[in-house]
């Protein structure tokens, strides 16, 4: 059986005997969309004839099979049972409550004021439990996606996927039984912390088992579920919920220290790094790859994008496309398809596609020459307004190298470029000194290559190759 304490705190008041029946019935109600046969019912304690109280009663789990206990074993054993938790919570979520009023919770404003709300509560644990500059990144990098990405939540909410969900899942709270998970305890005293993203739900559990050490049962459910669902989760939004579950969390180990829990203090510090992490790696990038024809622009581009989770746009796919650009089979400098009107359409439709990819959470690397210093500062006002941390690469490589490359990719005919020495010749005398960018010289080891343009990444993004 489970009792409520007479207690009363700034959410909840149990003080009296009708609000702890209703807060029990509420929770066996609610905890019966995943787990009615461990919700047995509310019972009545009696004492001399009357009632004095009341409690939830349930039926007892093996602790052994916690998924917060198998996670700690081989991976052939949680493997199986991860999956099994991820296809029972995309049942629940596509079957879940769904209305504008819970959609209310989860747009960008929502959930910024929701994480001012917990950071307002953490700020006098600062100095004694939390680092005041690790607090003071995360608020900053939470607040700077969320002022971009407002048409992320919006698209969020217009395809369905916010619904009343689970709101605190905890692998300690999963039970793996031979006929399927069971799945307890979600929030029942504030309706408004269950309505929810989907992928906040599951960045809650994937917060956790990241928590317990076992990143790679994080990563299956994750996997698992958009699989279930048949769909991408765009991985900003996901590393963002995961920060703010953390965030909760630290709020809570907080609490518990306020309480007299000495471990809690350590464990609070290690889930607001954890948070920041995943912010980190939740940054919205704009990288530019710029050069001369033959410089391996698109090599490294293609590199780093996959490096980063980021999509590549290139000029030259743009450039066939474009509408009324002629073709010529040796286009000279200025000409054809690469005349300055072409190019100028070009450019503009590169920045276009890729304003719309940053504003729903997606990082971008543009690759294209860049010469024009103009184009150059129309991308960084695009990153400015879509608050996209912009790196400029310029990929350099000796005369010889670069003229090699363009003759054999010519012969072979199998890349879209139609950049031909001359082109290159006539290109490298116009193109001025581009200072902003890091210079990354292909004609080394492509791996360090790519090294080279990694560093020239800050942040813990590049976690997610």
């Not at 500059?133 to 608020?139: G, Q, Y």
């Not at 890729?354 to 184009?375: E, H, K, N």
């Not at 210079?439 to 791996?447: G, I, L, Q």
């Amino acid at each position: 059986m489970k009792f409520r304490k007479p207690l009363r705190f700034d959410f909840l008041d149990l003080t009296s005997l009708s609000a702890r029946e209703e807060d029990c019935r509420r929770e066996v109600d609610l905890n019966s969309r995943l787990a009615p046969d461990v919700y047995i019912g509310v019972a009545d304690v009696s004492a001399r004839g009357q009632v004095v109280d009341h409690a939830v009663l349930m039926r007892r789990l093996p602790a052994d099979r916690s998924l917060a206990e198998l996670v700690r074993r081989p991976e052939a054993i949680w493997g199986p049972e991860v999956a099994k938790v991820s296809s029972v919570l995309e049942r629940f979520h596509a079957r879940a409550q769904r209305s504008d009023a819970i959609s209310a919770h989860a747009t960008a404003g929502a959930v910024r004021d929701a994480f001012d709300g917990n950071v307002k509560e953490m700020r006098r644990f600062v100095g004694t439990v939390l680092d005041q500059d690790t607090l003071d990144r995360v608020v900053e990098a939470v607040h700077r996606y969320l002022k971009g990405r407002s048409r992320l939540f919006e698209s969020r909410i217009d395809s369905g996927h916010i619904c009343d969900g689970h709101g605190d899942l905890q692998a300690s709270d999963i039970y793996c039984l031979a006929d399927g998970p069971r799945i307890l305890d979600c929030l029942q005293f504030d309706d408004a912390l269950r309505c929810v993203d989907v992928v906040a739900d599951l960045a809650f559990l994937a917060m956790d088992l990241d928590r317990l050490g076992s990143r790679g049962a994080a990563e299956l459910l994750v996997d698992r579920y958009e699989q279930f669902a048949g769909e991408v989760i765009p991985r900003s939004l996901l590393d963002l919920y995961i920060a703010l579950r953390a965030q909760v969390r630290t709020k809570v180990a907080c609490i518990r220290h306020e309480q007299g829990s000495a471990e809690s203090a350590t464990e609070a510090a290690q889930l607001l790094l954890l948070a920041l992490a995943h912010l980190e790696r939740a940054e919205v990038r704009l990288v530019l790859v710029g050069g001369l024809p033959g410089t391996g622009k698109s090599t490294i581009a293609e590199r780093l994008a996959t490096a980063i989770g980021a999509e590549v746009i290139r000029s030259d796919e743009i450039r066939r496309a474009t509408p009324g650009a002629r073709y010529a089979p040796t286009p000279g400098y200025l000409e054809g398809r690469y005349s300055p009107e072409t190019t100028r359409r070009v450019y503009s439709e590169l920045l276009r596609r890729a304003a719309g990819r940053l504003s729903v959470g997606q990082s971008v690397v543009l690759d294209a020459s860049w010469i024009d210093a103009t184009q150059r500062r129309a991308a960084e006002d695009l990153a400015e307004a879509a608050t996209a941390h912009l790196t400029e690469l310029h990929c350099v490589a000796p005369w010889p190298v670069a003229e090699r490359r363009i003759r054999d990719r010519l012969a072979r005919g199998d890349d879209i470029s139609e950049a031909t020495v001359a082109v290159a010749r006539a290109m490298a005398l116009a193109e001025p000194e581009w200072l902003s960018a890091v210079a990354v010289d292909t004609s080394k080891d492509p791996e360090e290559s790519l090294a080279d343009a990694l560093a020239s990444l800050s942040g813990s993004a590049l976690d997610r190759t």
